[in-house]
């Protein structure tokens, strides 16, 4: 069960396909949280992951070595998830909710503020145009340093500097847009 | 400190390399300047928001639906459906081929469509003879164009030169032209 990535790929390309079954294992967490985050709800996310698991076997033997493997596994599944995300341009799909629950032990009360927080958030996120959408995930929720951007997405470092400033701008007047609105309700209710 | 240069403190704040100098600044910045401070908290509490969205597990059975995928995808290449319409193919295309030479091309050559399997390949075999004489006229037009070529190559060199430069010139004239006429347009503008 511990052997290397590098190991079970080589074992892959020779043949045993059950090999793969580790890789699989390995790094499903990282691709489905990636995919599910990118697209929003659950189904997608899991037709995502199993189509890049399907791409990652099928171009096994172009994997470069030098790069680490869940780069590699993160720039094909994030490729799918923006392929996917142009396809339904247009149409939003809503986001599932019951999954975004942290518990930290907080009070009822809390707990609702945090969910409102984060479904503002979120609402935010999925506004973003998709190319920002990646790189606000994959920095801010996947933790990824500016070279694993650069290996996923292909762009020099100017280039990633600069949409992860536009999409943090962008998201930060969403955010206040939806924050001005909501006072408006809250004004006309008074 | 001027708003938009604390905006680029706020963004680097976010990238992670922000210096302690600089951190100061922002800070002091936002306690005159409720504007920026805002904007700050909105972000870093969106930023926060994003970073502790909860790791999901992905469904139980996504392992074993990757691995039949791909075992399925594998057999796709043997598949005895595809080996019987293969066949039906092949057979349907010898049919036709021996249709149309014995009612089509055999009756337009003048002869009589007497069809033994000999008569066939004798066309067939005149058939190969004309393509290889075509192939062989191809070949020895296109060495006399190379031979052509090496001639001119040695006899004119300074012909070709001269034209080549000439050529060099008209382009370096055309853009100036075009460049001047740039400046001009720019001129009008002012």
């Known amino acids: 069960m511990d052997a290397s990535d590098i190991e079970i790929i080589n074992q892959c390309i020779g043949g045993n396909v059950e090999a793969f079954e580790q890789l699989v294992e390995r790094y499903k967490k990282l691709v489905f949280n990636t995919?599910?985050?990118?697209?929003?709800?659950?189904?997608?996310?899991e037709d995502i992951t199993q189509e890049a698991f399907i791409r990652i076997y099928n171009s096994l033997s172009r994997y470069n070595p030098q790069f680490k493997f869940s780069t590699w596994a993160l720039k094909i599944t994030s490729n799918l998830c923006l392929d996917n995300l142009r396809k339904r341009k247009g149409e939003t799909l809503p986001i599932d909710e019951q999954f975004n629950i942290c518990d930290d032990g907080l009070t009822p009360e809390e707990e609702y503020i945090r969910k409102e927080k984060?479904?503002?958030?979120?609402?935010?996120?999925?506004?973003?145009p998709e190319k920002y959408k990646e790189f606000i995930i994959l920095f801010h929720h996947r933790n990824l340093?500016?070279?694993?951007?650069?290996?996923?997405?292909g762009e020099s470092l100017t280039i990633v500097k600069n949409r992860l400033y536009r999409a943090r701008q962008m998201l930060k007047e969403y955010l206040m847009e939806a924050d001005k609105e909501s006072e408006k309700v809250c004004n006309v209710t008074k | 400190m001027q708003c938009n240069q604390i905006n680029n403190l706020i963004m680097k704040y976010f990238d992670g390399n922000i210096s302690e100098i600089e951190r100061e600044q922002l800070l002091r910045h936002n306690q005159k300047c409720t504007d920026c401070a805002e904007e700050f908290e909105l972000l870093k509490d969106a930023i926060y928001e994003i970073e502790t969205l909860p790791e999901i597990d992905p469904p139980l059975e996504l392992t074993a639906n990757i691995m039949t995928a791909i075992a399925e995808q594998k057999h796709v290449h043997v598949n005895a459906r595809q080996i019987i319409c293969g066949i039906i193919g092949f057979v349907g295309l010898v049919l036709f081929t021996y249709n149309i030479i014995a009612y089509v091309i055999f009756p337009m050559m003048g002869i009589a469509p007497l069809v033994s399997f000999q008569s066939i390949l004798e066309v067939i075999y005149m058939l190969l003879g004309r393509a290889k004489d075509g192939f062989i006229a191809m070949s020895l037009y296109l060495g006399k164009l190379l031979v052509f070529r090496d001639i001119l190559f040695r006899d004119h060199t300074i012909f070709i030169f001269l034209w080549l430069t000439m050529f060099a010139v008209a382009g370096l004239l055309l853009y100036r032209l075009i460049n001047m006429k740039n400046k001009n347009n720019f001129v009008d503008l002012k």
């Open chain 1, 118 to 128: 984060q479904k503002l958030v979120l609402e935010a996120i999925n506004r973003l």
């Open chain 1, 145 to 153: 340093s500016y070279q694993e951007m650069m290996e996923i997405t």
């Open chain 1, 35 to 45: 995919a599910y985050r990118m697209m929003g709800n659950r189904e997608e996310a």
